[in-house]
């Protein structure tokens, strides 16, 4: 069974600090995937990356970056958290753009 | 701009009977549209998935009914149980382009 990891469970941050939420997936897969759930917006893709030290724009990806440095490793920064980054914050992974995602079971971030 | 919309935020249905969530998308160029399952403080599963050569898709208690002229589809729980009780989404893509997710709807079951 693929395993998606998350660092956090629970974040509680400051306004302006900066912010690294870590994921891990022990399944060789290419591609690897940051979105944020909200009540009523439901999931949205704020960046990917279908390979080390490749990465693409989602659809919601201002105030964030990325990193990928190692295939099993993606980071999702948080440059100066604010207030209206408080959120859900789900790892995926999948080994095609073809196949489903594997999800991780999510951080939830508080920003003060 | 919504591509994909789940019009219902929530849905209660009685233990046994059959729960059917909705889904529309706007896109055309989509071709494959997939289920996801989530519980409290857990991340989505995949739950089904229906290519658009298909209009019928069953796993078990799960199936999935594609309309393309409608662009609509459906997912049928039959029989309902306790554990259904989750919300669920869906999602479409085209090609080799990523997925875009509804919004959500939490199914409820009484028992």
């Known amino acids: 069974d693929v395993k998606v990891t998350q660092s956090s469970r629970y974040l509680v941050k400051r306004t302006g600090e900066k912010v690294f939420l870590e994921c891990v997936q022990d399944?060789?897969?290419?591609?690897m995937f940051w979105y944020r759930q909200d009540p009523g917006l439901g999931l949205r893709l704020i960046y990917f990356?279908?390979?080390?030290?490749?990465?693409e724009k989602g659809d919601i990806p201002e105030g964030y970056s990325v990193s990928r440095e190692k295939k099993e490793r993606f980071s999702l920064i948080l440059e100066s958290a604010s207030t209206n980054q408080t959120s859900m914050y789900l790892c995926?992974?999948?080994?095609?753009?073809?196949?489903?995602?594997?999800f991780g079971n999510g951080t939830r971030l508080t920003v003060t | 701009d919504q591509q994909v919309k789940q019009n219902s935020p929530s849905l209660s249905v009685q233990e046994g009977r059959i729960s059917i969530l909705n889904c529309d998308y706007t896109?055309?160029?989509?071709?494959?549209f997939l289920w996801y399952k989530k519980y409290p403080a857990e991340g989505p599963t995949f739950l089904i998935s229906?290519?658009?050569?298909?209009d019928k898709n069953e796993d078990g208690r799960f199936t999935v009914f594609l309309n393309k002229s409608a662009k609509h589809l459906s997912l049928h729980i039959v029989p309902s149980q306790p554990g259904d009780s989750a919300v669920y989404f869906c999602?479409?893509?085209?090609?080799?382009?990523?997925?875009?997710f509804g919004t959500g709807t939490r199914l409820t079951i009484i028992p």
């Open positions: 995926a992974s999948s080994l095609d753009l073809n196949s489903p995602l594997h």
């Open positions: 399944m060789d897969h290419e591609n």
């Open positions: 990356s279908y390979d080390v030290k490749m990465k």
């Open positions: 896109n055309s160029m989509f071709d494959y």
């Open positions: 229906i290519s658009s050569i298909k």
């Open positions: 999602a479409g893509k085209g090609g080799n382009e990523k997925l875009t």
